[in-house]
T-cell receptor, first 113, second 115 residues
Framework: DTEVTQTPKHLVMGMTNKKSLKCEQH?????MYWYKQKAKKPPELMFV???????INESVPSRFSPECPNSSLLNLHLHALQPEDSALYLC????????????FGPGTRLTVL | GESVGLHLPTLSVQEGDNSIINCAYS??????FIWYKQESGKGPQFIID?????DKRQGQRVTVLLNKTVKHLSLQIAATQPGDSAVYFC??????????????FGKGTHLIIQP
């Protein structure tokens, strides 16, 4: 299995809602990532988990809360988002270390009303 | 500011011709470079990578060239096909030793294949 899966594919939420994005991989990868991609822009790194521990937080607002329940799963909890948070949220995984390819999921298209 | 990405927003080539997509980076400590292809509605797909101790790497119909002197990366696609139409991103990472590092992406080039 060389796939990263993400659910849901699409999500529409209001600014007072709480929702979660989910990501799963079964490649035995020890690193998992969240990226945010606005339309016609490159992906931007948000968080990195290494061995289930948060290792990088790129100064992301606290309304985004990552969680890594186990080595195969990565969640992104959303609360009190703003319309400008609407974007494609991409999850990726890798073995970690130099020359380690990151495999990306298809993303969750998030719209905040 | 961004550390990666000389920006040519759109590149239009004839089917069957070769394509060259360019990218510049500014972080001299970058160790590892990757080209990704992203089709509409999909996540980035790995194409080819290169480490900083190499200057050229070839795959199937693709070649990546790395010029560390001028901090320039290019992707060459031979005999482009309609399926090559996508946005292409270069990405780099500065391996900080032992851990997993996120990628910094360039701005992207939209490759359009003309029939």
């Amino acid at each position: 299995d060389t796939e990263v899966t993400q659910t849901p594919k699409h999500l529409v939420m209001g600014m007072t809602n709480k929702k979660s994005l989910k990501c799963e991989q079964h490649m035995g990868h020890r690193a998992m990532y969240w990226y945010k991609q606005k339309a016609k822009k490159p992906p931007e790194l948000m968080f990195v988990y290494s061995y289930e521990k948060l290792s990088i937080n790129e100064s992301v607002p606290s309304r985004f809360s990552p969680e890594c329940p186990n080595s195969s799963l990565l969640n992104l909890h959303l609360h009190a988002l703003q319309p400008e948070d609407s974007a494609l949220y991409l999850c990726a995984s890798s073995q970690g270390g130099l020359s380690s390819e990151q495999f990306f999921g298809p993303g969750t298209r998030l719209t905040v009303l | 500011g961004e550390s990666v990405g000389l920006h040519l927003p759109t590149l239009s080539v004839q089917e069957g011709d070769n394509s060259i997509i360019n990218c510049a980076y500014s972080n001299s400590a970058s160790d590892y470079f990757i080209w990704y292809k992203q089709e509409s509605g999909k996540g980035p797909q790995f194409i080819i990578d290169i480490r900083s101790n190499m200057d050229k790497r070839q795959g199937q119909r693709v070649t990546v060239l790395l010029n560390k002197t001028v901090k320039h990366l290019s992707l060459q696609i031979a005999a482009t096909q309609p399926g090559d139409s996508a946005v292409y991103f270069c990405a780099e990472t500065d391996y900080s030793g032992g851990g997993a590092d996120g990628l910094t992406f360039g701005k992207g080039t939209h490759l359009i294949i003309q029939p």
